[in-house]
């Protein structure tokens, strides 16, 4: 079974300063990990995945992602906090290959930056 | 429009009425979804569809039949609405090809009287 954890519902961050969105997974096949980002009355949009190649994914508006096996952890980064990053942030597993389609989505961390 | 659309963005019922939510993409993507998201659950998956004619239960069915008779389409069917439908639902759609990527659409925000 596959699941997905992320510490902190709501996150506050001063302009410039670093973000970071946790989020821990349990899977018992190697999955494929995600995030998305949703701003308001919006649909979900890629930021990152990752599909087995590098551990350290890049994804859009510079954010990145590790993903620690021995963690089970996929936190989200970035080293300096826009205004227009505010939005919630939605980490995401699911299986690997064509048959697996079932997404387990975290519950979401709403992120608010501070002028 | 190139993209995946849903309709209508609002709607408001009344308890027992039936109500039907359209989802639409233009990518021929095999894979469609239904979500719906509410406050301290994040998204969960009411129905999925592999393929046109294959439909099956996701997290949450109870309460919505869906139909899939073109690839393109995957409407949504409330039967008798219920307060506790009220949400947000999001339809998403992928590519086989596409390591599994989800794009949505902009959601349906539906609230039951």
């Known amino acids: 079974a596959q699941s997905v954890t992320q510490l902190g519902s709501h996150v506050s961050v001063s302009e410039g300063a670093l973000v970071l969105l946790r989020c821990n997974y349990s899977?018992?096949?190697?999955?494929?990990l995600f995030w998305y980002v949703q701003y308001p009355n919006q649909g979900l949009q890629l930021l990152l995945k990752y599909t087995s190649a590098a551990t350290l994914v890049k994804g859009i508006n510079g954010f990145e992602a590790e993903f620690k096996k021995s963690e089970t952890s996929f936190h989200l980064t970035k080293p300096s906090a826009h205004m227009s990053d505010a939005a919630e942030y939605f980490c995401?597993?699911?299986?690997?290959?064509?048959?697996?389609?079932?997404?387990?989505f975290g519950t979401g961390t709403r992120l608010k930056v501070l002028a | 429009d190139a993209g995946i659309t849903q309709s209508p963005r609002y709607k408001i019922t009344e308890t027992g009425r039936q109500v039907t939510l359209m989802c639409h993409q233009t990518w021929s993507h095999s894979y469609m979804f239904w979500y719906r998201q509410d406050l301290g659950h994040g998204l969960r998956l009411i129905y999925y569809s592999a393929a046109a004619d294959i439909t099956d239960k996701g997290e949450v069915p109870d309460g919505y039949v869906v139909s899939r008779s073109k690839t393109e389409n995957f409407p949504l069917t409330l039967e008798s609405a219920t307060r506790s439908q009220t949400s947000v639902y999001f339809c998403?759609?992928?590519?086989?090809?596409?390591?599994?990527?989800?794009?949505f659409g902009a959601g349906s925000r539906l609230t039951v009287l």
């Open positions: 899977s018992s096949v190697p999955p494929y």
């Open positions: 995401a597993v699911s299986g690997q290959g064509s048959g697996t389609y079932k997404y387990i």
């Open positions: 998403a759609s992928s590519n086989p090809s596409g390591a599994n990527v989800l794009t």
